[in-house]
Nanobody
Framework: QVQLVESGGGLVQAGGSLRLSCVASGRTFSNSAMAWFRQAPGKEREFVAV????????YYAESVKGRFAISRDNAKNTVYLQMNSLEPEDTAVYYC????????????????WGQGTQVTVSS
């Protein structure tokens, strides 16, 4: 069993930055691909970024490529999402997700989810 707790959300002006964190409990963190998803009001949950177990591979949605960076510290059981040049369209609840093994970009591929953290970008 893996429990995920996100933090770091908040209100920021367009062009600003935020860093989200997700701390995982359990022994399987280092064996799990970790991802960030987001869900805006009235929209489906969508993929943002994923990082492999061994930190070698990261993959991003086109909408955030070049602005967001995912990283992880396996010693701290933590995954991060650095978000720069934020836009109002980035406003959403951001969720951390974990999957033992390889990572995917679809919601259904993940076994464990955090409770989410709200990110609001004002124009």
């Amino acid at each position: 069993q893996v429990q995920l707790v996100e933090s770091g959300g908040g209100l920021v002006q367009a062009g600003g930055s935020l860093r989200l964190s997700c701390v995982a409990s359990g022994r399987t963190f280092s064996n799990s691909a970790m991802a960030w998803f987001r869900q805006a009001p009235g929209k489906e949950r969508e993929f943002v970024a994923v990082i492999s177990r061994n930190v070698v591979t990261a993959y991003y949605a086109e909408s955030v490529k070049g602005r967001f960076a995912i990283s992880r510290d396996n010693a701290k059981n933590t995954v991060y999402l650095q978000m720069n040049s934020l836009e109002p369209e980035d406003t959403a609840v951001y969720y951390c997700a974990a999957r033992i093994g390889f990572g995917y970009t679809n919601v259904a591929g993940y076994d464990y989810w955090g409770q989410g953290t709200q990110v609001t970008v004002s124009s």
